[in-house]
């Protein structure tokens, strides 16, 4: 997200009004880059955390029915590979969890 407020509000000493739009104008298009970058290669927050536009949870509805193959998810996941193989390692562990918090 980019907020004109914010830009608006941003002062660089010792510039003319001019100087101030352009430098403004530059941090705008950096940040609608960053946001199409973003787009492109998956939401890395940090390591080994991302945010995905698309889930293999929101494909298949479980964790129970996702593949344990990361090319059988048919998404785009930068990291897919590591993705499966940590749910192959926590699939057990994950069908606990669930049991123990479902309703009734």
Known sequence: MISFAALRRLRFKGFDLGAETAARTA?????????????????????????????????????EAIPANARDWGVKARVAAHLAATLKAMREEAALYKRSHEPG
Do not use: K, M, N, W
């Open 27 to 63: 941090i705008a298009a950096l940040g609608v880059a960053a946001i199409a970058y973003q787009h492109e290669t998956d939401f890395d927050l940090r390591s080994r955390c991302l945010l995905l536009p698309t889930h293999p949870l929101d494909r298949y509805g479980a964790v």
